[in-house]
C-alpha cells in the first residue's frame, strides 16, 4: 500500500474524527525540496499561489503539510516526500506531543521486532477498532521485555476505560495490583521502600490505553512501512535522533566519542547501570551486556531510553523514572560495570536528608558536590573488583571542598584513574571534561600505590579551542586505552611526556589532593627534545623559501573589464553547475571523513566525522568541486583536490560542481573569492552573516579564458598552503621553545659576549 494512503486512511464505520493536518515551518520545507531557508522565503514572495500559514507566528508561520507537498510537485520542486520526512513531520504533528508519539511508535516497533505476526493480525483492522485491540498486542511484548505493568487497578485500567475488565483477560491477578501500588508508594517493587522514600516508577514503558492511542494510529501505521524500509531500530533511531536535534536545549546528551571511550573503559561487562541514563547512549555504547540497567528522573527520558534498549538488542532491559540519589530503584545491585554522565553543579541533590546514607563510604559530601555524591553511588552499586566510569567537570579533581574524599578514594585505591579530555568532547563543551576511573575495593584488596594521570589534550590533532566536530576520536581511544591497559595490568606506567604517567599515591595526599592531570605531567616540548625543534625549524626555513618562490608577481594593469555577468544561480539552472548543501548524512559502520568548515577556512584535510544514526547518505566530494563556506562573512572558496575526493560535506557548507567543459573550477573559485562579490551576495539578518551562493557573480567567458585566469587563481592558492603552513610551523617553533626554555628541558647557551670578552671588560676596569 502507498505511504500517501497510509495516514489518511479510513474504514466505513470506524466513527473516528478526521486526522489533525500537519503543519510544518519553512525550515522543514526547504529540508524537503533541499534548498536553503532562503529560497522558501523567495518562493512565498514570488508565488501568489504559495500555500498560506495556517499556524505558527508572524516570524515563524506553519503551513499544512499536504498543501506544501501538493505544490512543491506542482512547481516541479518534488516528486515525492520521503517516508521518513512524512512519518516525522505525523509525529511532530501529534496532538499528544512528540513524546507521546515516540512512545507509542517505539512500542509498536518493538511489536514489529519481536512479535511482528500480531501487528500483521491487527493491522487489517479499522482505526477505531485497531485502537482498541492495540493495547492487548503492546501489553504482550511490553510485558515480555519490561515486566508487569507498572500502574494499578485506580488510573482507569481493569474494566474501568471501557475494555471490560483487564485483569481478568489478560491474566493479571492480585499479585499485580500490590506491586503496582508499591511503585505508587515509594516501594522498589520488591516491597522495599526506595531511596529517602521517593516514589520509584519500576515500569517506565506502560501499556497505552485504547484512549490514548486513537490520535496515534495513523502515525503508528506509517511508521510499521517506515520500518519495513528501514528496520526497527532504524526506524527508531531516526526518529529520536529528530527529535533530540529539534530540541538541543532541553536535553543534555553523551556524544558517541566518549561514550564508546568509557564503554571500552570498562571493558566486558555482563550486568551495567547508569543511574544518570539520559536517551541509554552509554548502555548502547556495551552491546554485549546481558542485562542493562538505566534510571533517570525524566519519566520521558527513562521511557525513551527503555524502548531504545529494547530494539537495539537482546539484553534484559530495567529501566526506572527517578532521582538515583534521593529515590535508588535498585538498592541490592551489584553491578559489573557502571557508566554515568551524572549533571554537574548542583546544590539540591538531596545534602540534608541524605546525610546518614550508607553509600557515603568515603565521606558526606559537601552541598557544593554533588559530582562526588554520584561517584560514591556508582561504587556502592558494583561488585567487589567491578568498574565505573564517570564523565567529571574539571573542578571536581581539585575543589579544597572535596579533598578529604579524593583522598580517600585514593587511599582505599578505589579511583585508579583520571583522564582529562580536551575542550569539545562533550557538554559543556567549552572546557575540558574529566573521566574518572574506579574500581570498587574488595576485603582482600590491597591499596593500589599508584594513580594513571592522562591529559588527552596533548594527543597530537586535538583541538584547543572546544571545535566537537574535528577532535581526533581514533587517536584519543588509542592514546587513553594504551595508557589504561598497561596501567591497569602494571599497575604503575612510565607514559608519554605531556600524555599520561602513573603517579604514586603519597605524592597527590597533600593538602589540596589536586587530580587535575595537567598539573602532574611534564609538558609535551619535553617529547622529541631539542631535535625534534630542529626538524620543526627546518622544514619552516625550508617551507618559507618555497612560499618565496611562489609568490606571484603582480599581473599587468588592465584598462577595466566589461564582462557580461551572471550569477551562480543562473548556471545552475542552465545546467552549468549543481548544487548541494552539506550536513545531511550519518554514520553506518566505516564512514568517510567529513570536510569541515574549519578545514575550508583553515586549508587542511577533512578532520570530521559523521554523526550517528540511520543510514542517510551524505553529499560526497569528488576532485574539481568547489566548496564555499555560508557563515561568517569570510571571501573563501576551496577547490577539491584527490585528498578531499570522498569526504563527506560538512554543516555549513556548499558544494559547486561545475559541467566539465562548460566551467573551469579554478576560475569559478577565484571569482567566487571577490570580496566585492561576497559583500553584495550577503545578508545579516542576524547576528552572523550569510552568503546566498546563488547569488555571487562570474563574468561569462570561453573555456579558454576560464582556464587562463584559473591558472592564475591555482598559483594563488599553492602560495596561500604555503604561507598558511609556514605559520603552523612557525606558531609550532615558537611554542616548543618557549615550553623548552621554561621547563628547563633547552639550554639557552652562553650570555651574550664571550668569555674571553668578559674578561677583558674586567681587566679595563680594574685598570
Not at 336 to 341: E, I, P, R
Not at 346 to 353: M, V
Not at 415 to 426: D, M
Not at 742 to 754: K, S
Request: charged share 25%; glycine share 12%; net charge neutral.
Amino acid at each position: 500500500m502507498p505511504f500517501g494512503s497510509l495516514g489518511a486512511q479510513r474504514h466505513e464505520g470506524s466513527g473516528q474524527v478526521p486526522e489533525r493536518a500537519t503543519e510544518v515551518t519553512a525550515a522543514t520545507i526547504a529540508r524537503l525540496a533541499g534548498v536553503g531557508r532562503a529560497a522558501v522565503s523567495n518562493w512565498r514572495r514570488r508565488h501568489a499561489d504559495f500555500p498560506q500559514p495556517v499556524g505558527g507566528t508572524d516570524t515563524s508561520p506553519a503551513f499544512a503539510l499536504r498543501e506544501v507537498e501538493q505544490w512543491l510537485r506542482d512547481q516541479g520542486k518534488l516528486a515525492e516526500v520521503p517516508l521518513r520526512e512524512r512519518v516525522w513531520q505525523q509525529l511532530t504533528g501529534h496532538p499528544g506531543g512528540a513524546v507521546t508519539a515516540l512512545v507509542h511508535a517505539g512500542c509498536v516497533l518493538l511489536v514489529l521486532r519481536h512479535r511482528p505476526g500480531l501487528w500483521r493480525e491487527a493491522a487489517p483492522l479499522a482505526d477505531a477498532a485497531l485502537a482498541e485491540r492495540l493495547p492487548d498486542v503492546l501489553d504482550t511484548v511490553l510485558a515480555e521485555r519490561f515486566g508487569r505493568d507498572g500502574r494499578d487497578d485506580q488510573d482507569g485500567r481493569g474494566g474501568q476505560d471501557g475494555q471490560g475488565g483487564r485483569e481478568g483477560q489478560d491474566g493479571r491477578n492480585g499479585q499485580d495490583v500490590q506491586d503496582s501500588r508499591d511503585v505508587q508508594d515509594g516501594r522498589d517493587g520488591q516491597g522495599q521502600p526506595g531511596s529517602a522514600g521517593r516514589p520509584v516508577q519500576r515500569r517506565t514503558v506502560n501499556t497505552p490505553r485504547a484512549a490514548e492511542l486513537a490520535a496515534s494510529v495513523p502515525l503508528l501505521r506509517a511508521v510499521a512501512e517506515f520500518a519495513a524500509d528501514a528496520g526497527a531500530q532504524d526506524a527508531f533511531e531516526f526518529l529520536l535522533g529528530r527529535h533530540l536535534d529539534a530540541n538541543p536545549r532541553q536535553y543534555t546528551l553523551t556524544p558517541p566519542g566518549p561514550a564508546a571511550l568509557m564503554a571500552a573503559l570498562v571493558g566486558p561487562a555482563a550486568t551495567v547501570l547508569d543511574p544518570a541514563c539520559g536517551t541509554g547512549t552509554l548502555l548502547r555504547a556495551l552491546p554485549g551486556a546481558g542485562v542493562l540497567h538505566g534510571q533517570d528522573a525524566d519519566p520521558d527520558l527513562a521511557a525513551l531510553t527503555g524502548l531504545r534498549l529494547a530494539l537495539a538488542g537482546p539484553a534484559t532491559v530495567r529501566t526506572a523514572a527517578a532521582d538515583s540519589l534521593r529515590a535508588d530503584a535498585f538498592p541490592e545491585l551489584a553491578a559489573d560495570a557502571v557508566l554515568c554522565h551524572p549533571p554537574f553543579n548542583e546544590r539540591a541533590w538531596g545534602h540534608d536528608e541524605l546525610a546518614y546514607d550508607p553509600r557515603w563510604e568515603y565521606g558526606l559530601p559537601a552541598r557544593t558536590e554533588s559530582e562526588l555524591a554520584w561517584v560514591q553511588h556508582a561504587l556502592a552499586r558494583l561488585r567487589e573488583g567491578g568498574t565505573a566510569v564517570l564523565l567529571m567537570p574539571p573542578a571536581a579533581a581539585s575543589r579544597r571542598s572535596g579533598r578529604r574524599i579524593r583522598a580517600d578514594l585514593l587511599r582505599r585505591g578505589a579511583l585508579r584513574a583520571v583522564v582529562a579530555l580536551p575542550p569539545g568532547a562533550a557538554p559543556p563543551y567549552g572546557i575540558p571534561l574529566h573521566l574518572w576511573v574506579l574500581r570498587k575495593p574488595g576485603a582482600t584488596t590491597r591499596p593500589a600505590g599508584e594513580l594513571l594521570l592522562v591529559d588527552a589534550s596533548g594527543v597530537e590533532g586535538a583541538a584547543a579551542d572546544g571545535a566537537r566536530d574535528r577532535l581526533p576520536w581514533p587517536a584519543l581511544h588509542r592514546a587513553v586505552l594504551d595508557a589504561w591497559t598497561a596501567f591497569d595490568r602494571d599497575g604503575t606506567l612510565t607514559g608519554r611526556p605531556g600524555v599520561s604517567r602513573s603517579v604514586p599515591v603519597i605524592e597527590l595526599l597533600d593538602a589540596d589532593v589536586d587530580l587535575a592531570p595537567a598539573r602532574h605531567l611534564p609538558p609535551p616540548a619535553a617529547e622529541g627534545g631539542a631535535a625534534a625543534l630542529d626538524a620543526v625549524r627546518e622544514r619552516l626555513d625550508s617551507t618559507l623559501r618555497t612560499a618565496a618562490g611562489l609568490s606571484p608577481a603582480p599581473p599587468a594593469p588592465a584598462p577595466g573589464a566589461r564582462w557580461s555577468l551572471t550569477t551562480v544561480g543562473e548556471l545552475a539552472r542552465a545546467g552549468a553547475l549543481s548544487l548541494r548543501p552539506g550536513g545531511a548524512g550519518t554514520a553506518d559502520g566505516a564512514s568517510p571523513a567529513v570536510l569541515t568548515e574549519h578545514d575550508v577556512l583553515a586549508g587542511t584535510a577533512p578532520s570530521g566525522t559523521l554523526p550517528e544514526g540511520p543510514p542517510e547518505e551524505p553529499a560526497l566530494i569528488r576532485a574539481g568541486d568547489v566548496v564555499v563556506p555560508v557563515l561568517g562573512g569570510g571571501a573563501i572558496a576551496r577547490v577539491a583536490t584527490e585528498t578531499d575526493a570522498g569526504a563527506a560535506l560538512g554543516r555549513n557548507l556548499q558544494l559547486l560542481r561545475p559541467q566539465p567543459g562548460a566551467l573551469d573550477p579554478w576560475f569559478l573559485a577565484g571569482f567566487l573569492r571577490g570580496t566585492a562579490n561576497h559583500r553584495q551576495a550577503s545578508s545579516h539578518a542576524t547576528t552572523a552573516s550569510r552568503l546566498d551562493v546563488r547569488k555571487l557573480r562570474l563574468p561569462r567567458l570561453p573555456l579558454a579564458d576560464q582556464v587562463r585566469y584559473g591558472e592564475h587563481f591555482r598559483a594563488l592558492a599553492a602560495f596561500e598552503d604555503a604561507l598558511r603552513l609556514a605559520g603552523r610551523l612557525g606558531e609550532q617553533l615558537v611554542r616548543g621553545l618557549h615550553d623548552g626554555l621554561t621547563d628547563g628541558t633547552l639550554d639557552p647557551g652562553p650570555r651574550n659576549g664571550t668569555e674571553e670578552g668578559d674578561t677583558g671588560r674586567a681587566r679595563a676596569s680594574s685598570g
